[in-house]
């Protein structure tokens, strides 16, 4: 198994460009998540998904939108890219089904994509 | 607001040491705490996970301990080694309602030979 995997590794963009972040997994997962990591603060959800067809915004959702069309792929578009979206982004991934069965599940990350907007 | 806080925010210490990372939390209502290393340039790795009828788990080396009562976590590294440094990050996430899990901004150590 790959796990999860993210591209790509590096991504420069200039203001107003949009652009793709791809995520997969091969583990059938139903969960798949977005967070984005920025210095001196925790890592925070951008959007997730429990399942193919269905997603929702987590705690920083503006500026971002994700589709999940199949189980293994969760991709997250930057509509109009914002300095203040320079961020390492990660993907991740669990079997869990809902917000209940999340509780024993171990959650992967992929090993996540540096943006920066110039 | 859920917070997590994470003590100290960078520790070092000397190759064969233990030490003991903190975690304080208001998330509720509580499902599980977790706890993962991020090495540098990397992804996080799960180390544990606690529900909240666990007062500790080990995982090899790291010990977590969960005091539900005084929200309060913590993981113990015993006899570090090189490879432990690293970022280590709590993760608390509540139940009931969407899911969305508060991160600690994370300790970061440093083991030094």
């Known amino acids: 198994n790959a796990g999860v995997t993210q591209t790509p590794k590096f991504q420069v963009l200039k203001t107003g460009q949009s652009m793709t972040l791809q995520c997969a997994q091969d583990?059938?997962?139903?969960?798949m998540s977005w967070y984005r990591q920025d210095p001196g603060m925790g890592l925070r959800l951008i959007h997730y998904s429990v399942g193919a067809g269905i997603t929702d915004q987590g705690e920083v959702p503006n500026g971002y939108n994700v589709s999940r069309s199949t189980t293994e792929d969760f991709p997250l578009r930057l509509l109009s890219a914002a300095p203040s979206q320079t961020s390492v982004y990660f993907c991740?991934?669990?079997?869990?089904?809902?917000?209940?069965?999340?509780?024993?599940?171990?959650?992967?990350f992929g090993p996540g994509t540096r943006l920066l907007v110039l | 607001k859920n917070q997590v806080e994470q003590s100290p925010q960078s520790l070092i210490i000397l190759e064969g040491k233990n030490c003991t990372l903190q975690?304080?939390?208001?998330?509720?209502?509580?499902?599980?705490l977790r706890w993962y290393k991020q090495d540098t340039g990397r992804g996080p790795v799960s180390l544990t996970i606690?529900?909240?009828?666990?007062n500790t788990k080990s995982n090899g080396r790291y010990t977590a301990t969960l005091d539900a009562d005084t929200k309060q976590s913590s993981l113990h590294i015993t006899a570090s080694q090189l490879s432990d440094s690293a970022s280590y990050i709590c993760?608390?996430?509540?139940?009931?309602?969407?899911?969305?899990?508060?991160f600690g901004r994370g300790t970061s150590l440093i083991v030094h030979p």
């Open positions: 606690m529900t909240f009828s666990e």
């Open positions: 975690c304080n939390y208001t998330v509720s209502p509580f499902s599980n």
């Open positions: 583990m059938n997962h139903e969960y």
């Open positions: 991740a991934s669990s079997g869990e089904t809902g917000a209940v069965a999340i509780a024993g599940e171990t959650q992967y």
């Open positions: 993760v608390v996430i509540a139940s009931g309602g969407s899911y969305i899990p508060t």
